[in-house]
């Protein structure tokens, strides 16, 4: 709406009128209306992108030919956020390598959970040995695709991040996530981040707000600190595909950028049919600004593997 009215403002201080049927100069005569371009274009802009209509700069961008080229669906090679039934999934390994198949991917990665709470299902250090193993017997099956070994590991009170260490050269992939200790002070929850983004050996911070959208909200955290402490750390984001995450959401996107943050995209996927939040993944990434270049994920995998903070 906010967007709309600025549009309206336009073509008031030319004289002319906007409405649902189109661009109207002050005697009723249509300029413009067959396409929405068409209609930017009579108002000297470029055509702004829907995701992009807030009211959020996107007018000035449009006026100096500064709006970005937002992330596609189609650019995007990989799931990087997998789950299975070596721990809280409902899918085998094989079958998430034809979920993403059948949607196109070239790449995934089984980032399945660390044994650390009774509540959720985890891999031992043993059981992660085994599933590298078995992940590696599975690559030298494939000839068009790649399985990533990766682990979400839980983010623990003080910010401590448990993987195994002897196991991180095996490892693709670390995601480190909040999954206990919800309520801690702006303060405390802020300096648990930044001591997890700068452990050596995690590669993404996952779900970073903790939100679960109608039911759980986002932590209290100084996220410039964590975004200038990531960046600097080499640690990306992850957006979160799940409809009921949604996160990083795209205002915070947006100000990571400013940082430089790089994102990773993951669905979070504990079935087949769950690789299809991807697209809820990209749309936030386009509300929030973010071109091909911020996301690992459009890169091939070797590209990828050489990218991240423990960079292959």
């Known amino acids: 709406k906010a967007h709309n009215i600025r549009l309206r403002e336009r073509a008031v201080a030319r004289g002319w009128k906007l409405n649902e049927y189109g661009l109207f100069d002050a005697e009723d005569r249509r300029i413009a209306g067959r396409t929405e371009e068409e209609i ?8 702004i992108p829907p995701e992009l209509r807030e009211d959020q700069g996107e007018i000035q961008a449009a006026e100096v030919g500064a709006l970005p080229k937002l992330v596609t669906l189609s650019e995007i090679l990989a799931d990087l ?21 059948a949607r196109g991917l070239r790449y995934i990665a089984i980032t399945d959970h660390l044994r ?8 031992s250090a043993d059981d992660l040995r085994r599933q590298i193993e078995e992940i590696r017997r599975l690559n030298e099956k494939l000839s068009d695709f790649r399985l990533l070994c990766g ?17 991180l050269p095996e490892l693709d992939l670390v995601i480190a996530s909040v999954h206990t200790h919800f309520r801690l002070s702006k303060k405390e929850m802020t300096e648990r981040l930044v001591r997890a983004v700068e452990d050596e050996g995690v590669d ?14 986002a932590y209290e955290v100084d996220w410039d600190e964590v975004f200038r402490r990531a960046a600097k750390a080499g ?21 990571a950028l400013d ?29 929030g600004w973010a ?9 091939p995998v070797e590209a990828f593997l050489a990218a991240l903070k423990r960079g292959r």
């Open 40 to 47: 930017y274009q009579a108002l000297g802009l470029a055509w």
């Open 81 to 101: 956020h997998v789950h299975t039934d070596w721990s809280d999934g409902k899918m085998t390994l094989q079958e998430a390598v034809e979920a993403a198949r």
């Open 116 to 123: 650390f709470a009774q509540a959720i299902p985890g891999l």
């Open 151 to 167: 682990v979400e590991a839980n983010i623990a009170r003080d910010g401590t991040v448990d993987v195994p260490r002897d196991l």
């Open 204 to 217: 993404v911070l996952g779900h970073p707000t903790g939100r679960l959208i109608g039911e759980r909200p």
């Open 235 to 255: 640690t990306a984001l992850e957006v979160n595909a799940n409809p009921q995450r949604l996160d990083l959401p795209s205002d915070l996107i947006r100000r």
């Open 259 to 287: 940082y430089g943050v790089r994102f990773l995209l993951g669905t979070d996927a504990h079935a087949p049919e769950h690789l299809d939040f991807l697209e809820y993944g990209v749309l936030t990434l386009r509300r």
């Open 291 to 299: 071109e091909a270049a911020d996301v690992l994920n459009t890169l």
